[in-house]
């Protein structure tokens, strides 16, 4: 009798250790988990009525998700393209400096496509330098194209490294097609996938200094004597916003037909920087899509709680 006391003993203490074990597991799993985006305090973000098809909203600071809408669906990105080309020039350039001239071509090409153009002219003795400044301020498509051509050999050889660049980010809603952004089928990303991609590349000093700079001259060439003025399309249109507890650092805007408008930006909020990332804003005119993509992003970050 006694013998059976004692095992009933040993199996209720084996099942209260199981249950105290199961209880402390739970606990510090909730402790310690990081919290999904609708834990965190983004209530009024939640209520509003944004116009952009994706957003997301991420704290790099802390490596924490803040807010996202459609953040995985595939579309079109316009010139946030050009963010994943400076990846992968930053990645196989290490001097700057080494000649890198408009590649005749593509200049071409980009003027039939109606591309954006930083103001340079068919086969201009620019740089590295030039080229990435280009390519990220005035989102210059001569700058992007030829920085892809000479790195690749081709277009069609970069094209293949930007993909194999995606792939071991992991990036499974992203496939390009071109360096420059311009509309074709087959060539998408995601909100989410995008803001992975600009992350990577802050890992770079050369791209944080390209990034924060709103204007620079290019080095001096023959058609360009004194160096062609770049302005950043960002922050020519920033003043115009006030930025309440917060300050944006640099970001890279972009524009198609099918793309809508698009922003991708780092800001500096309550010593934590954020990357914003809204894809897809409509427009009416091309020639005059307005400001949504801004003016969405300085909301969110107005009403962020962190």
Known sequence: MKIKQTIRQIQIIILLVIIAV?????????????????????????????????????????????????????????????????????????????????????????????????????????????????????????????????IGGSTENFVAMMNEQAAELDLSHTAFKNPVGLDTEGHYTSAEDMANIFKEALTSDKFKEVLSTASIKSSSTVNHPEGLLMESTLFKELPKYPQNGFKIIGGKSGTTYDAGVCLVSLAEKNDKEIITVVMGYPFELITDPGDGHIVETIDILENLEI
């Open 22 to 150: 199961f209880i402390r597991k739970v606990v510090i799993e909730n402790l310690f988990a990081p919290p999904s985006p609708r834990e965190t305090n983004t209530a009024i973000l939640e209520e509003k009525d944004y116009k952009s098809t994706s957003i997301y909203v991420y704290n790099l600071t802390d490596e924490e998700i803040l807010y996202t809408k459609n953040s995985q669906e595939e579309q079109a990105p316009a010139s946030l393209t050009k963010l994943m080309t400076i990846l992968v020039t930053l990645e196989n350039v290490s001097d700057f400096d080494q000649p890198a001239p408009i590649v005749p071509e593509v200049y071409q090409r980009m003027v039939r496509d109606n591309a954006s153009m930083a103001g340079f002219v068919s086969n201009e003795n620019t740089s590295y330098n030039d080229l990435l400044y280009g390519t990220m301020l005035p989102s210059g498509g001569e700058c992007a194209g030829s920085m892809a051509y000479h």
